[in-house]
Structures are given as C-alpha cells and as structure tokens.
Nanobody, 122 residues
C-alpha cells in the first residue's frame, strides 16, 4: 500500500520561503511510470496543481507561480520537497502530495496524502 505523508511548518511569515516535504512509503519515487505531485487548496477554492517530479527526476511547474517554485527529490530518503518563495497570505492553503501515473494523458492521480495546512501570516 502506497502512503504519502506531508510535513512542514504550520505558519510562514510573508516574503519568506514555504517548504513542505512528502515522505513516501510502499513505493520508490524512482519507480516508473510515476510522477510525484504537489497540489494545494486555498480556502474557498478548488484544487490547484503546482508542480511534479518524475521518477527520472524531470520537473514540471504551473507557470502561474512565475519562478517562485521548485520541487526536488531525495531518492535515498524516498521523499520530495516543494519550495515556494516570496509567499503572501494568498499562499495559505492545504498542501497535498500525490502520486500520478505519467503513462496516462492526463496523468491519473492514484494516491494522496492527507494534506498539511500552511498559513502565511505575520
């Protein structure tokens, strides 16, 4: 059984960097054909896909984040991390990590973490 567990700070100050990590069990982040994603949901809004890293280390980003975003993987620890710089209160959200199959178009999301809430506030 694949399990994903998000971790990160509950509170981030405006203009700082938000960093959330997803630790995976039951699968390796280097296993094809899977893609490892970050998706968030802000209060009163729908799900927003942010970024993904593939089993081979290729990265994908939603362009709306305009260079503020990066995703990286640590195969030795079987986890991947999202960093979002210059955060504002609009980045307050429930951050989810998820596994998707990259051999489907669109990608098929199969497993999700429970989410971690991050508040951006001074």
């Amino acid at each position: 059984q694949v399990q994903l567990q998000e971790s990160g700070p509950d509170l981030v100050s405006p203009s700082q960097t938000l960093s959330v990590t997803c630790t995976v069990s039951g699968d390796s982040i280097t296993t094809a054909p899977y893609y490892w994603n970050w998706v968030r949901q802000s209060p009163g809004k729908g799900l927003e896909w942010m970024a993904a890293i593939s089993h081979s280390g290729s990265t994908y980003y939603d362009t709306s984040f305009k260079g503020r975003i990066s995703i990286s993987g640590e195969a030795s620890k079987n986890r991947f991390t999202l960093k979002l710089t210059s955060v504002t209160p609009e980045d307050t959200a429930l951050y989810y990590c998820a596994r998707a199959r990259g051999d489907y178009a669109p990608w098929r999301f199969e497993y999700w973490g429970q989410g971690t809430w991050v508040t951006v506030s001074s």
